[in-house]
């Protein structure tokens, strides 16, 4: 019998896509044959995960696992809600969160490269997710991930699949949950003001000012009075500082009972809030957005063309 060499399956995997482990069955079925192997392999996983890796991941799930104060809140993506409601794909991102939190990976790519098997893939994370992109035959991606160490305590909420918080705090849990539970909710940016990112606060500015220009010029047109330079300026910083408010978490009116601030909430319960990271599915990527009729006409046209 040939003997199977690393190179062997490297090469196979190259022109496959398809996950190491099952690279090495096929060619050891082969006998070291690469032809008959890769044959193998496309009639086992198709030529799936090669064709879907350049497709668009904009849905899936975010899981997160927490162990003492040790935890990790993660992203996977999927091309289909329907594929996010799968077993083994949920699987995957559930010990893709624990082996985050329990090995500290620098970045995806160390992430993928960590011990795993699942559904007969393996022996890496990787190769479990290249493996159930040949057997579901859509494309799924690890996009981010954030780890917790520390001494802070640590509570999650998850919305169902799609959003995910991690609050760092000290004192009282049910507390610390339910603000996990108001930030998936109402979506702050930052604990505080002080702490909006300066490019949000800037870009809030600049659409004040550009509404502030519009409604002159509109004045101007009808023949009304124009409003100072000096009101202005202060109706913009007016409308930055109400921005600011509504995006920081602690001046938020707290979802459970909106006669109080989040602020006042935890003082009152002896809770401080560290740090929160929230996680929305696909927030950010864009969406292909299918035409099927177009679609449809072009594989017809496809059709006549060769025949």
Not at 9 to 35: F, I, Q
Not at 108 to 132: C, H, M, N, W
Not at 217 to 240: F, H, L, M, W, Y
Request: aromatic share 6%; glycine share 8%.
């Amino acid at each position: 019998m040939a003997a199977i060499t690393a190179s062997m399956v490297g090469e196979l995997r190259a022109k496959t896509d398809a996950p190491m482990m099952e690279c090495k069955k096929a060619l050891t079925e082969a006998a070291g044959d690469m032809a008959k192997a890769e044959e193998l392999l496309r009639v086992k996983l198709g030529t799936k995960a090669g064709k879907a890796a350049s497709r668009i991941t904009a849905e899936g799930v975010v899981a997160s696992f927490i162990d003492g104060n040790t935890g990790a809140l993660l992203e996977v993506n999927s091309e289909t809600d329907f594929v996010s409601k799968n077993d083994s794909f949920i699987a995957m991102a559930n010990a893709a969160a624990k082996l985050v939190a329990q090995h500290n990976p620098a970045d995806i790519a160390a992430l993928g490269a960590l011990a795993y098997e699942q559904d007969s893939f393996g022996p890496t994370l990787e190769d479990v997710r290249k493996g159930l992109i040949g057997k579901i035959g859509e494309n799924m991606s690890f996009r981010r991930f954030q780890r917790f160490a520390g001494s802070d305590k640590l509570a999650s909420y998850l919305h169902g699949t799609r959003i995910g918080v991690v609050v760092q705090y000290e004192g009282d849990e049910t507390a610390a949950k339910d603000v996990a539970m108001h930030i998936a909710a109402m979506k702050p940016v930052a604990l505080a003001s002080s702490d909006v990112p300066a490019e949000l606060i800037e870009k809030e500015r600049s659409v004040a000012a550009a509404k502030a220009a519009e409604d002159k010029a509109k004045a101007q047109a009808e023949g009304k009075p124009v409003q100072s330079d000096e009101i202005v300026t202060k109706r913009i910083e007016g409308g930055v500082q109400k921005y600011l408010k509504e995006v920081s978490l602690f001046n938020q009116a707290f979802v459970k009972n909106d006669k109080q601030s989040v602020e006042q909430m935890l003082k009152e319960r002896g809770t401080q809030i560290k740090g929160f990271t929230l996680y929305v599915v696909g927030e950010g990527i864009e969406k292909k957005v299918d035409d099927f009729a177009a679609e449809v006409a072009a594989q017809v046209a496809a059709a006549k063309a060769g025949a």
